[in-house]
C-alpha cells in the first residue's frame, strides 16, 4: 500500500519501543497522522505485525536525541505518559502541525518514539 506524499518531504528517524535500531520514513508534512502510522507499518512490518494501525502511538520527542547506543537505551526506558518533553501526535492532524514547514531535522537524531497503545 502506496501513501501519496503531500506536501512538503520530510524526513523522520523513528525508534519502535524495545527495538535499537532507528529507521527513517519520508513523506509529506501534509499527509496526518494516520498516514504516518501506515508508512511505517509499510516501512516496518514483520517489527508491527501484530498490530493494527489504532493500536500503533506515534510520540514525537520535542527535543530529538541523537542516535547513540546510550541514548537509545535511555528512549526504552523513559515514560511516555505525562512527560512534558514528549508529545503524542493526534490522528487527523496534518505532520505540518507537529513540524512547520522550514524546519529544520537533523538526520543523526530521533524524532519519533513508536509504541503500542
Partial sequence: MSIMISGTPI??????RGSEVPFKVTFGRNNDVFDFKKIIKNEIPNTLANLDINEIQLWKLNEPISVSSENIEKLQKISLQDNENITLLIEGKDIVYYWAEGQILLKTYIHVIVDES
Fill in 11 to 16: 524526513a523522520l528517524v523513528c525508534l519502535v
